[in-house]
């Protein structure tokens, strides 16, 4: 599995998100901004899960809940590439 | 190194031009305490979900209301009106105010006499009393409150009876320019029934004529409808005293002060709309002493207030099951409280509030219930902060009706705690059981098992 963003998307350091295709704008906090980054780099659920989890005082299990709903919400904005298995 | 405090990831649409224009707060505040006593330990000690009610808070809002109208009128009384909440504990606490009790069924009296109230303090509402329960409220001096021509004559059988005078008033529908207008309890004011009904109560000489009775609605928000009504009640007694010589002892203005709660459909918040007691009681009082009722001679007023008084006491406690995606990217939680057991979530958008702070962010968010059933919705839509499965919550303005119209099903009714003034718990009603849905079943033979 492997999610990025779609390249036209502006991301700014503080969060901020544009889709030109749209005209939408969203806001991110400043753990999914990490996650954002870590998911553009083209690193897999288990890679992101591994770095939040030892940076976050979170457990795995709950962190992927939370990255699954994440990535609902991402996809239901549309703003990710098409997904690879 | 210390890892750093996480909040879940969130992506969050922004939305331009449309703010509230009355920038009103949205709910994130958590309610982690209620009189002094933490929320989790409450679970933790009796269960989620778990209804609390502060008997600070019910003394504090009965004495308010006392004060609105006594700072305006001479002789007031109140009578808890059961059906609003019939726990022993609830009905004894106002009682001990020197509330009287209102009582809509045999049930409810029996209930108020166990209570310890006198008979005679005992006003018998509704259009449903049986014959049986007429004998005993004529045998108690209580104050009957007749609702149709069938019972009136049914009272007067009974009286010359038990070769006693029962003391009764009637109940009188009218017109106050509201809609839509309440007539399906007592006399019609406008048709000239209610005085019918009064002149044939005075003729047969057989009942004692007491009071006035009306209940023109519920969640009234117009105060002028009070007005309206104290002024036809007045003008009635007036009429009593012209053609009968005889004095009305108390006019009794019935229930329907609103409560906070925030009607759904609403645009405002019912905190910041409602009437307050200060408000009902000046139309009212207002328009009892402009009227032409003698002053040396006003009558008692009575009033039923039920939600207003008790909805602000009563919490509802319980714990997150779990959080899901709609279809539509929406979120929803789902808690172990249903609508079931939280009937007034049917009219009113409840406010429901963290038991601990967990996030600042807020999402639009919808509360279903445990209950297996399409309908088992909370709230449609509310900004709400994530919580977690098993992190708790609490539901503010739950003490009206939700205590007596709560169902028993597919789920068992939680248990009820009062706080006490000191701040002590104490439980008022316990979670039931099995055996409390099973206890009246009975198993035909040929079912038992060997």
Not at chain 1, 63 to 75: G, I, Q
Not at chain 2, 208 to 226: C, D, F, K, P, S
């Amino acid at each position: 599995m492997n999610m990025k963003l779609k390249k036209n998307i502006a991301l700014s350091e503080s969060g901020f998100v544009f889709d030109p295709t749209t005209g939408d704008s969203y806001s991110l906090n400043q753990e999914a901004r990490e996650v954002v980054r870590l998911m553009n780099e083209g690193k897999e659920l288990s890679e992101i899960t591994d770095y939040m989890v030892s940076i976050y005082n979170v457990g795995r299990n709950d962190f992927e809940k939370y990255f699954f709903d994440f990535a609902s919400m991402l996809r239901q904005f549309r703003l990710l590439e098409d997904e690879q298995d | 190194m210390e890892k750093k405090e996480f909040e879940r990831p969130y992506i969050k649409k922004i939305r331009a031009g449309v703010p509230s224009k009355f920038g009103m707060p949205v709910q994130a505040e958590p309610v982690t305490h209620i009189d002094g006593v933490p929320v989790a330990e409450l679970i933790t000690d009796f269960g989620s979900p778990l209804f609390v009610i502060s008997e600070k808070s019910i003394r504090r809002t009965y004495r308010e209301a006392l004060e609105a109208f006594r700072s305006r009128y001479p002789e007031v009384q109140f009578a808890w009106s059961y059906k609003t909440n019939y726990l022993d504990a609830v009905c004894r606490t106002y009682h001990s105010e020197g509330s009287w009790a209102e009582v809509v069924s045999g049930f409810e009296y029996d209930k108020a006499l166990s209570n310890g109230i006198k008979g005679s303090q005992i006003i018998f509402n509704g259009p449903e009393k049986s014959r049986d329960d007429i004998v005993k409220a004529t045998e108690n001096n209580s104050l009957i409150h007749i609702d149709h021509f069938d019972e009136l004559y049914m009272v007067t059988e009974v009286a010359e009876t038990l070769g006693k005078k029962p003391r009764v008033a009637i109940r009188i529908n009218m017109d106050t320019g509201i809609y839509p207008m309440w007539d399906r309890f007592g006399f019609n004011y406008e048709n000239g029934e209610a005085w019918d009904a009064i002149n044939r109560i005075m003729m047969t000489g057989k009942l004692e004529l007491t009071g006035l009775h009306t209940h023109i609605g519920t969640y009234m928000l117009a105060v002028n409808a009070y007005a309206v009504a104290a002024s036809k009640l007045a003008d009635l007694a007036v009429r009593i005293e012209r053609k009968y010589e005889t004095s009305i002892k108390y006019i009794d203005m019935g229930g329907g002060f609103a409560s906070r709660n925030t009607l759904k459909g609403a645009y405002l918040p019912g905190r910041d709309t409602v009437p307050s007691f200060d408000d009902y009681a000046n139309a009212i009082t207002g328009a009892l002493l402009n009227s032409e009722i003698n002053p040396g001679r006003l009558p008692l007023l009575i009033l039923e207030t039920g939600r207003a008084l008790v909805d602000d006491a009563g919490y509802l406690l319980g714990t997150v099951l779990a959080n899901k995606r709609l279809s539509d990217g929406r979120r929803s939680t789902i808690i172990d409280a249903g609508v079931n057991i939280l009937f007034t979530s049917f009219w009113y958008e409840h406010e429901f509030y963290p038991a601990k702070h967990t996030s600042d962010h807020l999402e639009e968010t919808t509360i279903y219930g445990p209950l297996c059933m399409n309908i088992d919705v909370l709230r449609e839509s509310v900004a709400f902060p994530l919580l977690r499965r098993g992190d708790n919550f609490v539901v503010k303005r739950v003490g009206a009706y939700n205590m007596t119209q709560w169902m028993q099903f597919i789920t068992l009714r939680p248990a009820v705690v009062m706080i006490d003034e000191a701040g002590k718990p104490h439980i008022i009603r316990e979670r039931e059981t099995v055996d409390t849905v099973t206890h009246n079943e009975i198993v035909p033979t040929h079912l038992k098992s060997e």
